[in-house]
Structure formats: C-alpha cells, structure tokens
C-alpha cells in the first residue's frame, strides 16, 4: 500500500481571526525599579546625575556634607582605642588580685560599648556617600545641592538597565490556552513600534470582580526608546503545530 503524508495545521490558541477577543493593554515597566532614600540626615553636597542620566553599578549618585560625622567618628575612635587600653590594664591588674572582678567587667562592658559606638559612627560615615546599586538610569530627582536632607527622605528614582517588562490584564478564560513562554507582540502606543516579548509569569488568583488575571511580558530584548510608563496593545500570536499522518 502507497503510503501517503498529510500536514495538518492546528490552532493550538484560539484563532487570530477573532483578533478583537485576542489583544489586552499593557503597562511598560522596569524590572529594578527603587526610591533611593538618604540614611543620614546632612546637607547635600553634590548630586552627580540628574534626569535621565545613565550610571554604572559603584557609581556616587549624590554626596553630603559630612566633615560633622567625620569629627565624630575620629573622637569616638580615640575613645574606643582608649577603652582598649583601659581593659587590658584591668586585665593584668585582675591577674595580680589589684582589682576586683566587677572592676574589670564594667571595663569589659564600657570597651564593647565603645566599639557599638565606632561602628555605627563608621557606618554612618560610609553612608555620607549614595552609591547606585546596578547601572540604570535616573528617573526623578527630589532634591537639590544646600538642601538639609532629613534621615529616611527620598532622593531620587532610579531603574535598572536590564531588559524591561509589560504588565498585561487579560479574561481569566485565557488560561485555557495560554501558558508561560507565549510570544506576543506588544505595539507600543508613544512610539508606533511592534516589539516581541514572552510571557514569563502568570498571575497567583483571579480577580473575583471583573474576571480577569494579571500577566509579565519579557521583551526578547534592550528596545532603544523603549521605557518604563510606555503602554500598548498586546497582540496574542496563536502557535502552530504540524502532525504527520500516514495512510
């Protein structure tokens, strides 16, 4: 018997002739995206990128007036160094039955102090400094060079330079088709361009309401113009697949 091959093609989604029930919006959003706020309260002295600058990781995006916490971290220093002296004195003086036992614990207890003391006083020296946590660019700046900055204020906006994502909301009935690592398309509405992506994760619950599950898009890749607050519509792509029959 001659043996014959047939190609089927199947929709595995629903058709894209129904392309009004296979498109939702999307949001563009980054996936490092943080309010740098200051740890210190000082006076600023230098802010080293603005607006729309980019930075690399290590980078100092603002600096403080700090010669304040520089002082005292050299007093407390001194203090700690002082400590130290002063404990291991007790120390030998305990040995040769000079002091007592409470003597030397209070001298104990006054060098660890002082070394708590040192390494908070170092720390906030360290923190005099604001340095970026990955390259990226500058979204917001909230402050400006004089300005008294209080503990816990925020500075500045920042997003990472990594690919970006779209934050989609489709009907909860989709999920009879689509799975993560479904391709899209995404046209963006700012700039007119179709851009493909990958759905990377689907939503933990429904909205009761309205029906829906949220969805991330990865794009395949850095978009030049592409940044985060862009919308657009998605266009849900339906997979083929070929099957093979004999007769």
């Known amino acids: 018997m ?11 989604s629903p058709m ?3 392309a009004e029930d296979r498109m939702a919006r999307a949001l563009v959003s980054a996936t490092e ?23 690399k990781k290590g980078d100092i995006l603002i600096s403080f007036d700090c010669e304040l916490y520089k002082a005292q971290n050299e007093v407390i220093k001194a203090n700690y160094e002082t400590a130290k002296i ?14 007592g036992k409470l003597q030397y614990q209070l001298s104990v207890s006054a060098m660890n102090k002082a070394k708590a003391e040192l390494k908070i006083s170092t ?4 923190r005099c400094k604001v340095i970026a946590p990955y390259d990226g660019k500058v979204m917001d700046v909230y402050t400006s060079i004089f300005s008294t900055i209080q503990e816990r204020q925020v500075l500045m906006d920042i997003v990472g330079d990594g690919l970006l994502e779209a934050e989609i909301i489709v009907p909860s009935t989709w999920l009879k088709w689509l799975k993560t690592g479904h391709n899209v398309e995404i046209q963006i509405d700012e700039t007119g361009d179709n851009l ?11 909205d009761a309401v309205s029906q829906t599950i949220k969805l991330k898009a990865r794009f395949n890749e850095k978009y030049g113009g592409l940044i ?3 919308s657009g519509t998605v266009k849900f792509w339906a997979k083929i697949k070929i099957l093979k029959l004999q007769s």
Do not use: H, W, Y
């Open 2 to 12: 001659k043996k014959v091959l047939i190609t089927i093609i199947i929709f595995l």
């Open 33 to 55: 995206k943080v309010s740098i706020s200051s740890e210190i309260a000082a006076r600023v002295e230098k802010i080293n990128f603005l607006l729309g600058d980019a930075f």
């Open 196 to 206: 493909k992506a990958k759905i990377i994760s689907l939503g933990a619950a429904v």
């Open 228 to 230: 985060p607050g862009m």
């Open 123 to 126: 720390l906030n020296v360290k």
């Open 16 to 18: 894209f002739a129904l």
């Open 86 to 99: 002063q404990l291991e004195n007790d120390k030998q003086l305990l040995e040769m039955r000079s002091i």
